[in-house]
């Protein structure tokens, strides 16, 4: 699923809805609009069953793309979903030409609104587009709510940056209260939503993930939650100063050359000096900028860094960077499947990462992380959606591939407990699946 094609898709739906102002809904102008969304929204569910468009702080976003640059076909749309008061609506595999007229139908004619005008459309038969009122954004959607907004924050910051202006803090601040509470409560929740990596977006997706893995790190370790708020954000705005390095340097598919990786070194330097304009940055959350690359045995970067004392926070961030690029496909690394990613920081703990909080964290992710995709002893294959909190050998897995090997067109929950007869015997690599492990969490 590319940006291409959701901007299309974004377009034709405003333009049939605009449309109905010059013709009927069942008029042939109409009815091509119409095709032509139907068209349009098949090609988008090929990569997922259900695919989301709503509402986030009034900017639209389809699934994990946010419409941040302009767009006047998203603006329209938004506008509309906050007049009619909904935050989006939900298509789904098998909708008809008949549901879309349906939906068209009352936008352009109903006087619905909120919770009437998603019951107006269910009355109508409609079954493969829902539409979600403001007052039914379940509060099990919230991790999803504050991780989008996490990614809006992050990509202003990295705009303001590049426009050569001091960004605000006061958003990134408030954004990571909210990532530490929902991490207080629900630390997998939070976690599972770091795999949604948004390749063409690295930098700042990478940015919110390495914030969500350095609270998990830390509410591991036991951090008070003004702490959590340190780490939160010190990991929110790491990478800062990549964005003083040629473009090219950061997106070189191949190995660094000498000179480049001696550019790259100094990013924590840059960085530090960009957040040293910001208000509200505590010398802490500098210490985590500065010092993410220093290594626990120091023989990291930057050199004049090296022989200063380095605070837990900055050791522990280190760790959620780590996991972050191991689990992530970059144009020179295949991603590491979470439990080899495990594996992985055992290796270079007490060379490059603090063992201590290594081990912390990892005994609290459990045998088989989130995002796990796990084969049963009956051979189904799922994915593990949640670990257990207090017992994290307990998981809810979503089973996706029968045990024939099959893929399940309606994938299913199982709640994996001591008393259950099934049990997970290997970890699977979704490569050999054929599939993204994302396309599965809700």
């Known amino acids: 699923m590319n940006i291409d094609e959701i901007k299309q898709v974004v377009q034709v739906l405003a333009a049939a809805i605009k449309g109905l102002r010059l013709y009927a809904v069942d008029h042939p102008a109409t009815a091509k609009q119409v095709e032509a969304l139907q068209n349009g929204l098949f090609g988008l569910l090929q990569y997922k069953k259900q695919i989301k468009m709503g509402l986030l702080e009034g900017t639209l976003f389809v699934e994990d793309h946010l419409f941040m640059q302009e767009f006047p076909a998203a603006e329209e749309i938004a506008k509309l979903l906050e007049s009619r008061e909904l935050v989006g609506f939900e298509f789904m595999a098998g909708l008809s030409a008949t549901e879309i007229q349906s939906l068209l139908r009352l936008l352009h004619s109903g006087s619905e609104k909120g919770q009437d005008f998603a019951d107006a459309l269910a009355s109508q038969g409609v079954k493969k587009i829902r539409a979600v009122a403001a007052d039914d954004d379940d509060d099990d959607k919230e991790p999803r709510k504050v991780y989008r907004k996490a990614l809006k924050v992050v990509d202003q910051i990295f705009q303001d940056v590049r426009m050569g202006e001091i960004p605000s803090s006061e958003e990134a601040i408030n954004v990571v209260k909210s990532m530490a509470q929902m991490t207080m409560t629900e630390p997998h929740a939070m976690m599972a939503l770091s795999m949604l990596k948004d390749y063409d977006n690295y930098t700042f997706t990478h940015s919110v993930n390495v914030s969500v893995i350095a609270l998990a790190v830390g ?8 702490q959590l708020r340190t780490i939160g954000l010190g990991a929110l705005l790491h990478d800062l100063g990549k964005l003083r390095i040629d473009v090219n340097i950061i997106t070189k598919p191949g190995r660094l050359t000498d000179l480049e990786f001696e550019e790259i070194k100094r990013h924590p330097d840059y960085g530090a000096e960009i957040i040293q304009e910001m208000e509200d940055v505590t010398p802490e959350v500098m210490a985590i900028v500065l010092g993410h690359h220093l290594r626990y045995d120091r023989s990291g970067y930057p050199v004049s860094s090296l022989d200063s004392a380095t605070s837990p926070l900055v050791e522990m961030t280190a760790i959620a960077d780590a996991y972050d690029a191991m689990t992530t496909l970059r144009s020179y690394q295949r991603p590491f499947t979470p439990r080899k990613a495990i594996a992985r920081l055992k290796e270079i703990s007490g060379t490059s990462l603090h063992p201590e909080y290594v081990m912390t964290f990892i005994d609290s992710l459990g045998p088989y992380p989130v995002g796990s995709l796990v084969r049963l002893d009956n051979n189904e294959i799922g994915l593990v959606i949640k670990v257990d909190t207090q017992d994290p050998s307990l998981a809810d897995i979503k089973i996706i591939f029968n045990p024939a090997g099959q893929l399940i067109e309606e994938p299913f929950m ?29």
């Not at 509410?219 to 939650?225: G, N, V």
């Open 414 to 442: 199982l709640n994996l407990r001591p008393n259950q007869l099934r049990r997970i015997v290997a970890e699977v690599d979704p490569q050999t699946k054929g599939i993204d492990v994302t396309d599965f969490f809700d």
């Open 219 to 226: 509410r591991a370790c036991k951090l008070t939650e003004e």
